[in-house]
């Protein structure tokens, strides 16, 4: 298993409509991909325009080639980008423990 980590910033004032965007996007487009396990969203608390995204995949692939060659990753990109204030910081991780 791979866990994908976004660290996403997102334009102040916006995180009642980003929280419903988010989970919205995940829900409707990122779960139906190919090797997607689970999710966690996290709301900053020093910085409630921070939110970090932990998408939990099968291989580093079904992230890297399956989900972002696909239009299914444009979609995505639709529904929560007009909120990013900047692009996301993303980095992969094996679970060690």
């Known amino acids: 298993m791979i866990l994908e980590f976004a660290d996403i910033r997102i334009h102040p004032g916006q995180q009642v409509a980003f929280d419903e965007a988010i989970e919205r996007a995940v829900r409707t487009v990122v ?9 966690q969203v996290h ?11 932990q998408i939990s995949w099968a291989t580093l692939e079904n ?3 399956d989900f972002r ?5 444009a979609d995505w990109r639709a529904i929560v980008g007009p909120f990013f204030a900047a692009p996301p910081t993303v980095e992969h991780f094996n679970q060690l423990a």
Do not use: D
């Open 69 to 73: 060659e696909s239009a299914a990753f």
């Open 31 to 39: 779960s139906k991909a190919q090797g997607f396990l689970g999710y």
């Open 63 to 65: 992230h890297t080639v």
């Open 43 to 53: 709301k900053g608390i020093e910085n409630p325009e921070r939110y970090l995204l």
